[in-house]
């Protein structure tokens, strides 16, 4: 039996969830008119023997390398999203402020692929524990804004 509390915390965090998979259905949306049109500009160009083949591919590339970021920060904030529904689902690890873990559980290894891409530009290091997804800020990341 579930008390009122824990129907309303399974509430919030569906609501998180649909926000989280709204937010990212719209860039997924946006990213994919991105990569079409540009492949359509491509297309175009080239037969119409314009010169633009070497910065329509390097567009395109940008462009993919974009997707794939933003799967990984999708992948990223449904796994927060989804840590917010229990009180023992977001750890610490002792002495360590820069390293989190995650309760992933039967995703927790498709949740450390899918962050991949972030861990491949140096923003964090990803790994998995059974269950547990832990993400590690290095020292050093090349995007971290601290105040």
């Known amino acids: 039996m ?13 609501t998180l969830d649909a ?17 079409v049109n540009l492949e359509v500009v491509r297309s175009m160009a080239h037969s ?5 083949e070497p910065f329509m591919a ?5 462009s993919e390398e974009s997707a794939r970021l933003a799967e990984a920060a999708i992948a990223m904030l ?3 999203s989804g840590a917010t529904s229990g009180g023992e689902a977001v750890w610490w690890e ?14 927790a290894e ?19 524990s059974g269950s547990r997804v832990i993400l590690t800020i290095p020292e050093e990341s090349p995007n971290l804004i601290t105040e």
Not at 20 to 33: F, K, P
């Open 2 to 14: 579930t008390d009122a509390n824990g129907e309303e915390n399974l509430e919030r965090t569906r």
């Open 19 to 35: 926000a989280v998979s709204a937010a990212g259905h719209e860039l997924r949306n946006a990213l994919n008119g991105l990569l």
């Open 48 to 52: 119409a023997g314009f010169k633009a």
């Open 58 to 62: 390097q567009a395109l590339n940008q």
């Open 78 to 80: 449904k796994l927060i």
């Open 94 to 107: 002792a002495g360590n402020p820069r390293q989190i873990g995650f309760e992933g559980g039967a995703r």
């Open 110 to 128: 498709a949740m450390s692929t899918a962050l991949q891409p972030l861990a491949d530009r140096g923003v964090l290091s990803v790994e998995t």
